[in-house]
């Protein structure tokens, strides 16, 4: 049996994400955590398990504008609670092991605001182009038709 802790509602597919842990005859949800204690004491009290207002180390987030990207290899943690960047992974080939944090990443980007008046002013293309935008404008169309909607959209739309 997989125990699964659900970490955050906040996330749009949040419903989903319970529903086919609930579904699958070899999950099981056994803790709830979320940054709005108010909102993850009811789901927990929903889905009859714990609610845990504080995790450990390596954990969820207290934010919902960090980036975290979980794989069958490893997982990526981008912002946090002190702005870093974090990696596990499978394929370090046992060097290192649990979260390390990466000592060379390359420069941030400028802000899309600062690439956009740099090209206004310079004629210096933005990193981010129209169709970066157009379809980070239609993701975020999905995501709040799919949170109106309580069920998956598909893109295109």
Same mark, same amino acid.
């Given at each position: 049996?997989?125990?699964?802790?659900?970490?955050?509602f %906040?996330?749009?597919?949040? *419903? !989903?994400?319970?529903? +086919?842990?609930?579904?699958?005859? =070899?999950?099981?949800?056994?803790?709830?955590? !979320? /940054?709005?204690?108010?909102?993850? *004491? +009811? %789901? &927990?009290?929903?889905? $009859?398990?714990?609610?845990?207002?504080?995790? $450990?180390?390596?954990?969820?987030?207290?934010s919902?504008?960090?980036?975290?990207?979980?794989?069958?290899?490893?997982?990526?943690?981008? $912002?946090?609670?002190d =702005? $870093?960047? %974090?990696?596990?992974s499978?394929?370090?080939?046992g +060097?290192?092991?649990?979260?390390?944090?990466? @000592?060379?990443l390359?420069p941030?980007?400028?802000?899309?605001?600062? @690439?956009?008046?740099? &090209?206004?002013e310079?004629?210096?293309?933005?990193?981010?182009?129209?169709? !970066?935008g157009?379809d980070q404008? /239609?993701?975020?169309? &999905?995501?709040?038709?799919?949170t109106?909607?309580?069920?998956?959209? !598909?893109?295109?739309?």
């Amino acid at each position: 049996m997989v125990n699964v802790a659900l970490l955050s509602f %906040w996330h749009v597919r949040a *419903k !989903d994400y319970a529903r +086919a842990v609930q579904n699958h005859p =070899g999950a099981r949800i056994t803790v709830v955590w !979320d /940054e709005d204690e108010a909102r993850g *004491k +009811a %789901w &927990a009290e929903q889905l $009859g398990v714990p609610f845990r207002a504080r995790l $450990g180390a390596g954990g969820a987030t207290n934010s919902p504008f960090t980036l975290e990207v979980y794989g069958t290899e490893g997982a990526l943690v981008v $912002g946090g609670p002190d =702005g $870093g960047v %974090w990696l596990n992974s499978r394929r370090s080939g046992g +060097a290192v092991s649990g979260w390390v944090r990466p @000592q060379k990443l390359p420069p941030d980007d400028p802000s899309p605001m600062e @690439q956009w008046i740099r &090209a206004i002013e310079t004629g210096t293309p933005p990193l981010i182009s129209l169709q !970066d935008g157009r379809d980070q404008t /239609e993701l975020m169309e &999905a995501a709040a038709r799919s949170t109106a909607l309580d069920r998956p959209v !598909d893109l295109p739309l």
